[in-house]
Nanobody, 127 residues
């Protein structure tokens, strides 16, 4: 069982930055690949970024490439999403997720691959 708690959301002007954190409970954090998703009002939840168990492999979706970076600190059981050059279209509730992964370098990119979810944190980007 893994519990995930996101933090770091808020209101920021376009062009600004935020860093989201996701703290995971439990001793098995290192057995999970991690990901970030987001859901804007009236839209379906979409995949944003993923990172492997080992933290060696990362992936960000095309719409945020060059602006967002995912990382994890295994010692702190925490995964981060650094968001730079924010745009109004990045406004959404951002969710952290954990998916059990056998492979150390596997990145999970499909929502159904994730087993545990945080409660979400709101990010609002004003123009």
């Amino acid at each position: 069982q893994v519990q995930l708690v996101e933090s770091g959301g808020g209101l920021v002007q376009a062009g600004g930055s935020l860093r989201l954190s996701c703290a995971a409970s439990g001793r098995t954090f290192s057995t999970y690949a991690m990901g970030w998703f987001r859901q804007a009002p009236g839209k379906e939840r979409e995949y944003v970024a993923g990172i492997s168990r080992s933290a060696d492999n990362t992936y960000v979706t095309e719409s945020v490439k060059g602006r967002f970076t995912i990382s994890r600190d295994l010692a702190k059981n925490t995964v981060y999403l650094q968001m730079n050059s924010l745009k109004p279209e990045d406004t959404a509730v951002y969710y952290c997720a954990a998916g059990y992964s056998i492979g150390y370098v596997q990145i999970l990119t499909v929502e159904s691959q994730y087993n545990y979810w945080g409660q979400g944190t709101q990010v609002t980007v004003s123009s």
